[in-house]
C-alpha cells in the first residue's frame, strides 16, 4: 500500500506550459517536503510546509499544503526545459526517534524546448 | 563544508562479490539515512542512525546488507554476495535532528551500484 501517492507519474509538455502535480495521501503528517532529482544525482530539497493550507512561492514554483495536512500540490508556471527532473513528495510523521518520512513515488517531468 | 559526500559515485561488481559505500555527512547533523532507488521511482528507507546508533532498519534490509556509524561521523554500507537484484543508486542523507515538524533531509549525490 502507497500511502503518499503522487500524479501524475510522468508528465511531458512544451515550454510555456503550466502544470501541477499532485501528492495525496489518507493520513496526516505534520509537515510536507517537496524535493527535485536530476538524473545521476542526489534529491535537493525544494521546500518543506508546515501549516495547513500554506502557500510557498519559490520563482514560477507554488507549493500547497493542504488544509487538513494529508495532501500537497506543485504547480509550476511557464515551465523551462531547466525543470525537467524527478519531483518528489515526502511526508513527515510520528515525533521522536518513531518520525519518519514517508515518500511518493515521485513525478517524472520532461520540459521540451 | 561542501554538503554530503558518497563514494565511489560509480561501482560495477560480479554477482557474489562484496561491495562497500562510504557516506560523509555535514558536520554538524546528527542523523544519516540509507535509501536505495531505482530509475524513476522514489527512494526506499533502508536504515537510520543517530549519531551512532542505528534506530531503524527497514525489513528491505536482508542479512547481506550492515551499515555502521562508528563514531558518528560516516557511515558505510555493504552489501555482501551482491545479486543483480541490488544494482540500484544508493542515497546516504543527513539531517540536524531539532525540529520535531521539519527535519529536511540533505541528499549525497548517490553511489550507483550494478551487479553484473
Known amino acids: 500500500t502507497q500511502l503518499l501517492e503522487q500524479s501524475p507519474q510522468f508528465l511531458s509538455i512544451q515550454e510555456g506550459e503550466n502544470l501541477t502535480v499532485y501528492c495525496n495521501s489518507s493520513?496526516?503528517?505534520?509537515?510536507l517536503q517537496w524535493y527535485r532529482q536530476e538524473p545521476g544525482e542526489g534529491p535537493v530539497l525544494l521546500v518543506t510546509?508546515?501549516?495547513g493550507g500554506e502557500v510557498k512561492k519559490l520563482k514560477r514554483l507554488t507549493f500547497q499544503f493542504g488544509d487538513a495536512r494529508k495532501d500537497s500540490s506543485l504547480h509550476i508556471t511557464a515551465a523551462q526545459p531547466g525543470d525537467t527532473g524527478l519531483y518528489l513528495c515526502?511526508?513527515?510523521?510520528?515525533?521522536?526517534?518513531?518520525?519518519?518520512?514517508?515518500w511518493g513515488l515521485g513525478t517524472s517531468l520532461a520540459v521540451n524546448p | 563544508d561542501t554538503g554530503v559526500s558518497q563514494n565511489p559515485r560509480h561501482k560495477i561488481t560480479k554477482r557474489g562479490q562484496n561491495v562497500t559505500f562510504r557516506c560523509d555527512p555535514i558536520?554538524?547533523?546528527?542523523?544519516l539515512y540509507w535509501y536505495r532507488q531505482t530509475l524513476g521511482q522514489g527512494p526506499e528507507f533502508l536504515t537510520y542512525f543517530q549519531n551512532e546508533a542505528q534506530l531503524e532498519k527497514s525489513r528491505l534490509l536482508s542479512d547481506r546488507f550492515s551499515a555502521e556509524r562508528p563514531k558518528g561521523s560516516f557511515s558505510t554500507l555493504e552489501i555482501q554476495r551482491t545479486e543483480q537484484g541490488d544494482s540500484a543508486m544508493y542515497l546516504c542523507a543527513s539531517s540536524f535532528y531539532v525540529n520535531l515538524n521539519t527535519g529536511e533531509l540533505f541528499f549525497g549525490e548517490g553511489s550507483r551500484l550494478t551487479v553484473l
Open positions: 515526502a511526508g513527515a510523521r510520528g515525533a521522536g526517534n518513531n518520525r519518519k518520512l514517508i
Open positions: 510546509v508546515v501549516t
Open positions: 493520513s496526516v503528517f505534520s509537515s
Open positions: 558536520s554538524e547533523h546528527n542523523r
